[in-house]
């Protein structure tokens, strides 16, 4: 489970950066346009993008654990809208998949 995410000098977070800290098993992240909720989960959902280099992520006693973000992509990547509005199929292939 994440304890805590320092996120430095990426996006809106500068070189004093930010912590968030005593995460919990599920964490909901809200804030104002900018303010750096999608920089978050982007870093979560791939942390070895060179332009996170200075964040980092802390896990319960060392022991890293599976992070799982739902976000812009991951609705891009999982979620395909239909002709109906609200209605959506849900599945483990890509929407680019789903259209061909």
Sequence with gaps: MITNITM???ASYDSDGV????CDKINFIYGHNGSGKSTIS???SDRTVA???DCCIEFENGIETDVLV???AFREKNLQSTDMPGVFTLGEASAEQLAK
């Design 8 to 10: 430095k000098n990426c």
């Design 70 to 72: 739902y976000n812009k």
């Design 51 to 53: 332009r996170y280099n």
């Design 19 to 22: 912590k968030l800290e005593d």
């Design 42 to 44: 982007n870093y979560l």
